[in-house]
Nanobody, 123 residues
Framework: QVQLVESGGGLVQAGDSLRLSCAASGVTASMSTMGWFRQAPGKERAFAAAISWSGGGTNYADSVKGRFTISRDNAKNTVYLQMNSLKPEDTAVYYC????????????????WGQGTQVTVSS
């Protein structure tokens, strides 16, 4: 059974940095991509970044490109989201998710989800 557990959220000021972690267990070879999504109050869940579980290829939403970096440590079964130059509009609950599909940004194509971690950026 796949389990995803996020950590690292918190309250920061604009311009600060945070690193989110997603610890995965029960991941099988059929799983392809780990993604980070975020959901702000009153808005739909939105894609932020994704990384190939095996090859390390990445892709980013335009809104975070150049500020966020996704990486993975396969030995620890953990994926990270380094968030720099945070803005108030980055405030959201951040979720990690796992899919069997390659490079997808569609939330409905992700099979497993973590419980989310709150990131709040004050101005």
């Amino acid at each position: 059974q796949v389990q995803l557990v996020e950590s690292g959220g918190g309250l920061v000021q604009a311009g600060d940095s945070l690193r989110l972690s997603c610890a995965a267990s029960g991941v099988t070879a059929s799983m392809s991509t780990m993604g980070w999504f975020r959901q702000a109050p009153g808005k739909e869940r939105a894609f932020a970044a994704a990384i190939s579980w095996s090859g390390g290829g990445t892709n980013y939403a335009d809104s975070v490109k150049g500020r966020f970096t996704i990486s993975r440590d396969n030995a620890k079964n953990t994926v990270y989201l380094q968030m720099n130059s945070l803005k108030p509009e980055d405030t959201a609950v951040y979720y990690c998710a796992l899919t069997r599909w390659a490079s997808t940004r569609a939330a409905n194509e992700y099979d497993y989800w973590g419980q989310g971690t709150q990131v709040t950026v004050s101005s």
